[in-house]
């Protein structure tokens, strides 16, 4: 059975990137494969790792299994703080293509900004040498507070992503104001709050019993249909395909006020200041 494939979001240089997509966090090489193929088949096109995941390879290895064009998929990936420098952005786009079997990387990220280190202007100033070159597509920040992209913005430089924890209880309105204004994408890790409380909530419950739907499927189309791009992981075919089957119906203005009132206040897990690999 052939599957619709999710609308894509322009970035601001011109390509587009998918709504939906695959995380891939923690999940070890040849489950990754396996899950990585699953999901084209049900539909994606956009799939997420990161050095510091370990599953580079598999990711690459799910792609070529299932048969899809690389012109097809739109893949993420992240590096880690040592190679936090210009020369380190490049030996660090060469060691993850390698991996992932690729010549060409669609969105590179990096994964933290580790302000003790103070590092990431340089790294950044690589990864745009790397788009000149046409060695990467896009490129972006992960869990990038304001200040941090304020660093950046400064130099005269602007992440065409920005990847951060957020969910109906941390809608993060603070950085999404300055991705807006900057012409940023946000796009969602962990957008189903890690289960638990958001897809318990009456409201969400509520809303799902209206339409239908699973209660994940609610909190996915809450995301989207604000233009945030969301990456649940899932190594389970009948869960990916929940996932990414949200784009026949519409929640309403209100509706989408009523979930982001949700917002507990509640912390992200890791401090970017504090925490970073």
Not at 212 to 240: M, Y
């Amino acid at each position: 059975m052939a599957y619709a494939l999710a609308p894509t979001v322009p970035m601001a240089h011109g390509p587009r990137i998918p709504l939906i997509g695959l995380g891939t966090w923690p999940m070890q090489d040849e489950e990754t494969a396996d899950a990585v193929a699953a999901a084209v088949e049900a539909g994606y096109r956009l799939f997420d790792t990161a050095e510091n995941y370990g599953n580079e390879t598999g990711v690459g290895e799910g792609i070529r299994r299932s048969g899809v064009a690389r012109a097809e998929v739109f893949i993420t990936t992240k590096f880690n703080k040592e190679w936090h420098s210009y020369d380190g952005a490049h030996r660090a786009f060469d060691a993850s293509a390698a991996r992932l079997g690729v010549q060409y990387i669609d969105l590179l990220l990096i994964h933290w900004p580790n302000p003790g280190q103070d590092r990431y202007v340089e790294a950044f100033q690589g990864l745009r040498a790397l788009l000149d070159a046409g060695n990467v597509r896009a490129i972006g920040t992960s869990n990038f507070k304001p200040a941090h992209l304020k660093r950046l913005f400064d130099e005269g430089l602007t992440p065409h992503v920005n990847q951060i924890q957020l969910d109906p209880e941390r809608t993060r309105a603070d950085i999404r104001q300055v991705h807006a204004e900057y012409g940023i994408v946000t796009e969602a890790w962990s957008p189903l709050g890690r289960g638990g409380p958001v897809l318990d909530n009456r409201l969400i419950v509520d809303l799902a019993a209206a339409y239908q739907r699973t209660p994940s499927q609610i909190v996915l189309r809450w995301h989207t249909q604000q233009g945030i791009v969301a990456i649940p992981k899932s190594a389970d075919v009948g869960r990916q395909k929940e996932n990414i089957n949200i784009f026949d119906f519409h929640l309403t203005p209100d509706e989408i006020k009523q979930i982001s009132a949700l917002d507990s206040g509640a912390p992200v897990g890791l401090d970017a200041d504090e925490f970073g690999h």
